[in-house]
């Protein structure tokens, strides 16, 4: 019987470097298991067959067989390995945007509570014709700004979210299925702050006149 042979750790290698050195000996002894046990098969068929010679011939024709095998079995195994890897690494950007949606809709609700505070003073000082309406105005396209990079951000994490939902129901991981709910939380989160900023910008005192300058 072959032993099963294991790459030893190198400090010296990165822990990436390792695992593909483990893996890469994981793959050679699954191709010489397969010849071992090819020639095993085979020489116990030729001896059977033919006496000595047909051993010869038996074990030479089951090396190949069982190499082969044992190729096809190594090969998937490794297709396996890389296809976990980067469903792995999938999983883990869809966590990534998720967490950054999150961290949005927390920052959102403060920028909102920002807008409002500074709404209210403007309305007071227009009102009081302590600025003027270009003042206003330009104090208020700064707050539409806001108002804009939050639908921007609501579009792009509703998107990311259905991409999430298709990987989910393409790989039947539910993992990605939980982190689409994570983002469409912050979703609602940021079209919630949205629709507050909007509507405070819509409350615009009598005294200001869009039209004018």
Do not use: W
């Not at 609700?109 to 500074?118: C, F, G, L, S, Y």
């Not at 330009?138 to 700004?145: D, G, H, P």
């Not at 990605?176 to 940021?190: C, G, I, K, P, Y």
């Amino acid at each position: 019987m072959l032993s099963a042979c294991t790459a030893t750790y190198n400090p010296n290698l990165t822990p990436e470097q390792n695992k593909q050195n483990q893996r890469d000996a994981q793959y050679n002894n699954t191709l010489g298991t397969g010849a071992l046990a090819g020639t095993a098969l085979g020489a116990l068929v030729g001896g059977l067959a033919g006496g000595k010679k047909g051993l010869l011939i038996g074990s030479l024709s089951g090396a190949a067989l069982g190499a082969g095998t044992g190729y096809m079995v190594a090969d998937r195994t490794q297709n396996q390995q890389r296809t976990e890897d980067q469903l792995n690494q999938q999983i883990a950007a869809a966590h990534q945007i998720a967490m950054t949606a999150q961290a949005d809709a927390q920052q959102a609700a403060q920028q909102v509570d920002a807008a409002q505070k500074q709404l209210a003073t403007l309305n007071q000082q227009i009102a009081s014709k302590k600025i003027t309406t270009a003042q206003y105005k330009r104090q208020l396209a700064n707050i539409q700004k806001t108002s804009a990079n939050l639908n921007n951000k609501i579009n792009y994490y509703s998107a990311q979210s259905k991409q999430m939902q298709q990987y989910a129901t393409i790989s039947q991981d539910p993992r990605f299925s939980q982190e689409a709910q994570q983002t469409d939380e912050a979703v609602n989160r940021l079209k919630y702050a949205e629709s507050v900023l909007a509507t405070g910008m819509g409350a615009q005192p009598s005294s200001y006149t869009p039209t004018r300058g």
